[in-house]
């Protein structure tokens, strides 16, 4: 009996041995995601204001942002912006690469983790000015980078919130969500700019046909609409994608 109960004993504990050998790679890179994201956050968090009069707190608010460019670039330099979207307590550096491929498996820090950061595409201007900047980042079930998108999959949420701000060292970028779209990887979302009005205005009919919900707003009102695409993975099926559109409504300088 004894020898039997030894048996099970060392099977069960071989069992979790080999359990804790696989998940731990998965738990230390959760562990270090989350230490430097603190850090950044240190860096992002909003200060005290000294000064109480609201115009000087809005002034000193876009300075702060300014120097938190700054003091992020010393970090690293790809870096090109702060993505800020209140109603999901999204707030992180955008940077770009070389490729769309380093910053899937390495954090802002550049360290290897494969867990990324959220990223501008390559072929995009760094200032944004592209018709559609495409911005990517992996779904973190923890809550970091692009998890909390996934609010917008509801109804009410995506009629309720829409405000999305970046911040370069230039100014601040004011946006609105028009769109949400799931579809699968290949579905042609990543068009940056277009060659003429008729297929600019194809590739918005497109989305609009092809979104789970969407805004009524004129985006061809302008000869240079300036869009941002938020990618991020989504599990509803194979090799999907969540992808939420925004429309840049304002532009304001330090």
Same mark, same amino acid.
């Given at each position: 009996?004894?020898?039997?109960?030894?048996?099970?004993?060392?099977?069960?504990?071989?069992?979790?041995?080999?359990?804790?050998?696989?998940?731990?790679?998965?738990?230390?890179?959760?562990?270090?995601?989350?230490? !430097?994201?603190?850090?950044?956050?240190?860096?992002?968090?909003?200060?005290?204001?000294?000064?109480?009069?609201?115009?000087?707190? !809005? !002034?000193?608010?876009?300075?702060? *942002?300014?120097?938190?460019?700054?003091?992020?670039?010393?970090?690293?330099?790809?870096?090109?912006?702060?993505?800020?979207?209140?109603?999901?307590?999204?707030?992180?550096?955008?940077?770009?690469?070389?490729?769309?491929?380093?910053?899937?498996?390495?954090?802002?820090?550049?360290?290897?983790?494969?867990?990324?950061?959220?990223?501008?595409?390559?072929?995009?201007?760094?200032?944004?000015?592209?018709?559609?900047?495409?911005?990517?980042?992996?779904?973190?079930?923890?809550?970091?980078?692009?998890?909390?998108?996934?609010? *917008?999959?509801?109804?009410?949420?995506?009629?309720?919130?829409?405000?999305?701000?970046?911040?370069?060292?230039?100014?601040?970028?004011?946006? !609105?969500?028009?769109?949400?779209?799931?579809?699968?990887?290949?579905?042609?979302?990543?068009?940056?700019?277009?060659?003429?009005?008729?297929?600019?205005?194809?590739?918005?009919?497109?989305?609009?046909?092809?979104?789970?919900?969407?805004?009524?707003?004129?985006?061809?009102?302008?000869?240079?609409?300036?869009?941002?695409?938020?990618?991020?993975?989504?599990?509803?099926?194979?090799?999907?994608?969540?992808?939420?559109?925004?429309?840049?409504?304002?532009?304001?300088?330090?």
């Amino acid at each position: 009996m004894k020898k039997i109960f030894l048996i099970f004993s060392l099977f069960f504990f071989a069992i979790f041995i080999v359990s804790a050998i696989l998940l731990f790679p998965r738990l230390k890179t959760r562990i270090e995601a989350h230490i !430097e994201d603190k850090k950044i956050q240190s860096i992002l968090e909003d200060k005290k204001p000294e000064d109480k009069t609201i115009e000087n707190q !809005e !002034e000193n608010k876009d300075l702060e *942002f300014k120097n938190r460019i700054d003091e992020l670039k010393k970090i690293n330099n790809d870096l090109v912006g702060i993505i800020h979207i209140p109603s999901v307590d999204i707030k992180e550096p955008i940077v770009q690469g070389k490729d769309n491929y380093f910053y899937l498996k390495h954090l802002f820090s550049k360290k290897r983790n494969n867990l990324g950061a959220i990223f501008l595409d390559v072929n995009n201007k760094k200032d944004f000015s592209d018709n559609n900047s495409i911005i990517y980042g992996h779904r973190v079930r923890s809550g970091l980078m692009f998890q909390n998108l996934i609010k *917008f999959k509801k109804k009410d949420f995506f009629d309720n919130n829409k405000d999305v701000y970046i911040y370069t060292d230039k100014g601040i970028l004011h946006y !609105e969500i028009f769109a949400v779209l799931n579809k699968g990887a290949s579905f042609p979302y990543r068009t940056l700019n277009f060659n003429s009005s008729q297929e600019m205005q194809e590739y918005f009919i497109n989305i609009r046909q092809n979104s789970r919900f969407n805004r009524d707003i004129d985006l061809l009102a302008h000869s240079h609409p300036r869009v941002i695409a938020l990618s991020t993975c989504d599990y509803d099926f194979q090799n999907q994608r969540l992808v939420v559109f925004a429309n840049l409504v304002d532009v304001k300088t330090y």
